[in-house]
């Protein structure tokens, strides 16, 4: 139901108001009365009626000042205003001031009622509207990430129908693309170093990573411009900055702090690529493919050192029962990557490489030393004589001991 405040500073005129219409039947609710405006003001913060009926000249506040401190607190509420014909002037003051309706007493419950009906449409249609917009702003917020990533897909991809489609797409994003006044620049963001597993963490802790991934950088993006940046799987982002052209080292200095942000705020190590200025949107795909470049390179080194890491753990290791666990934790990055550049870079796998050192290992042992077959396989970190043995075998086609004696010969 509809709230409704009566306001009048003589009592006959507010119960003549409260007992003519049967409210509820009609649709409304009473919830209170007040004798003049401040009152009236005072009940309105508190009750948030939708329809103030109201008298024009009362003590302490007057309808018109009423009115004018109403719309600082609840601008929403309609008031109807009702008067004697010597107070007929104030209509013009009233009208400025956007009142609903202005009636002259005394009212008849018929035209009361009609005015009130009319409102109560109004006021539905209102809401029905707002609620509307409300749902849509709710879709968008949800759809947000899908938004941004479409947009990248179009820009990169020159797939947008028109300068307009372009520009709608950006307004929502609120992305400043007035090709007069910003230059553009393509943004990528990837990770070298993953301590932890990230197969490990749910569907629900990935998306809030991402999300903290992608505030984090687009703060900074917004400090020198606009931007925006999306998720594209595999701890791989994308987005765009527009900025006005200045400084000139602007992007190193870009490219610093959010580095500097995700490193701060994520377990890992960030790896930043921005491309060149572009003067055109048409031109964004240059930029991009020379932020893959940055890109690429910068995880080339970061590979190199993480192999080297990793094979001197392993050559100074031998003798321990270490495992692809082990060596992921010494070069700070989860197994599955270092199992993946491990076969890229050295053409075979973990465990491959680790019984080849061993072999070649125990191999010298056996020809430079004394020691018992038994003893070298426990001295290159095979506690288990029987497997290291088999190994062995397959490697140099004799077995350990029968090693010896070829070696000799």
């Known amino acids: 139901m509809l709230k409704i405040l009566i306001v009048d500073d003589e009592s006959t005129a507010r119960k003549g108001m409260r007992t003519c219409i049967d409210w509820e039947k009609h649709g409304f609710t009473l919830v209170g009365e007040a004798d003049n405006g401040a009152a009236a003001l005072e009940m309105a913060a508190k009750l948030k009626p939708h329809i103030i009926l109201s008298d024009i000249c009362m003590p302490v506040m007057n309808g018109i000042q009423l009115v004018e401190n109403l719309r600082q607190i609840l601008p929403e509420c309609r008031l109807i205003i009702m008067s004697g014909y010597d107070e007929f002037s104030y209509a013009k003051s009233l009208m400025e ?31 029905q509207q707002k609620a509307g917009l409300e749902t849509s702003q709710q879709l968008i917020h949800e759809s947000f990430p899908q938004i941004k990533s479409k947009f990248m897909k179009n820009i990169l991809h020159g797939s947008f129908k028109s300068h307009a489609e372009r520009q709608q797409w950006a307004n929502v994003l609120n992305l400043k693309i007035d090709t007069n006044e910003y230059q553009f620049a393509s943004v990528i963001i990837t990770f070298n170093h993953n301590p932890s597993d990230s197969a490990s963490l749910s569907m629900e802790e990935k998306e809030t990573n991402n999300s903290e991934i992608v505030n984090n950088a687009e703060s900074v993006l917004h400090r020198f411009g606009s931007g925006i940046l999306c998720y594209y799987g595999f701890d791989y982002f994308t987005g765009l900055l527009s900025i006005k052209p200045g400084e000139p080292n602007a992007i190193d200095v870009l490219k ?92 075979t796998n973990f465990v491959d490489w680790l019984n080849h050192l061993r072999i070649e290992k125990a191999k010298e042992l056996l020809k430079t030393t004394n020691l018992k077959a038994y003893e070298v396989a426990d001295q290159v970190g095979y506690k288990n004589y029987k497997y290291f043995s088999t190994l062995f075998k397959k490697a140099t086609g004799v077995s350990p001991k029968n090693y010896i004696c070829w070696s000799i010969e």
């Not at 009636?103 to 409102?119: D, Q, R, T, Y």
């Not at 192999?307 to 992921?328: G, K, P």
């Open 97 to 127: 001031l956007h009142v609903a309706y202005y009636l002259l007493k005394p009212v008849a419950e018929e035209e009361l009622l009609e005015v009130l009906n009319k409102l109560s449409v109004e006021i539905a249609e209102e809401n």
């Open 256 to 347: 610093r702090e959010i580095g500097a942000a995700l490193k701060n705020s994520q377990a890992k190590k960030p790896v930043v690529g921005i491309g060149c200025l572009v003067e055109d949107l048409s031109d964004i795909h240059l930029s991009y493919h020379q932020a893959i470049t940055q890109v690429n390179e910068q995880q080339h080194k970061g590979r190199s050192a993480i192999m080297q890491i990793a094979l001197t753990y392993i050559e100074d290791h031998l003798t321990s029962e270490i495992n692809l666990a082990a060596v992921a934790r010494e070069a700070y990055v989860t197994p599955n990557y270092l199992s993946r550049i491990f076969k890229e870079e050295m053409d």
